[in-house]
Structure formats: C-alpha cells, structure tokens
Nanobody, 115 residues
Framework: QVQLVESGGGLVQPGGSLRLSCAASGSTFRINVWGWYRQAPGKQREFVAHITSGGVTNTADSVKGRFTISRDNAKNTVSLQMNLLKPEDTAVYYC?????????WGKGTLVTVSS
C-alpha cells in the first residue's frame, strides 16, 4: 500500500501563488507516475499535471505556463507550484499516484482563489 498526504492549500488572492506538497509513504517502489488532480464544486475531478519516475512531465492546457510539477526522490514528495492563480483554479487538489495512473489517492487539500 501507498499512503499520500497533501499539504499547502489555503486562501489566496487572484494572481497569487501557492505551493502544494504530497508526501508519500509505504510501498512507493510501486509508483511510476505521480500526479495532481483537482475537483471544483459541482464538477468532475480533472487532471492537472503528472510526472513520471523518469522525470517526464505533462500539464493540462488550462494551467500550462502557470503550474509546475516537480519531485524530490530523496524525500518521496511531489510538489505543485501554482502561480498566477485564478478564481477558476478554486478546487480540492488531490495527489494521485500509481503504476500507470492514479491507483492511490490522498484526501485532498482545498485551494480557494478569491479576493
């Protein structure tokens, strides 16, 4: 099993920045892909970004150029740097990881972008 715990959410003004972190524990050797997903009120969960064990990244068009995913292999953490935040970025952000996709999920952290 793999346990994922997100942190770093909060309230930020439009145009501001936040950095989310996901700490992993357990059988992390099973993980090839680490990702961030989000779910806004009344909407389905959507892909935000992922990074493979080889360091290849992919980012959703809606956040490209504003959000950056990175991984610290030594600390078993994955981070999401979010800049130029917009009200439409308001959502619960989830860390998901697995062999080919998100087999394991964290409980999420809330990001609210509002003035």
């Amino acid at each position: 099993q793999v346990q994922l715990v997100e942190s770093g959410g909060g309230l930020v003004q439009p145009g501001g920045s936040l950095r989310l972190s996901c700490a992993a524990s357990g059988s992390t050797f099973r993980i090839n892909v680490w990702g961030w997903y989000r779910q806004a009120p009344g909407k389905q969960r959507e892909f935000v970004a992922h990074i493979t064990s080889g360091g290849v990244t992919n980012t959703a068009d809606s956040v490209k150029g504003r959000f950056t995913i990175s991984r610290d292999n030594a600390k078993n953490t994955v981070s999401l740097q979010m800049n130029l935040l917009k009200p439409e970025d308001t959502a619960v952000y989830y860390c998901g990881a697995g062999r080919l996709g998100p087999d394991y999920w964290g409980k999420g952290t809330l990001v609210t972008v509002s003035s």
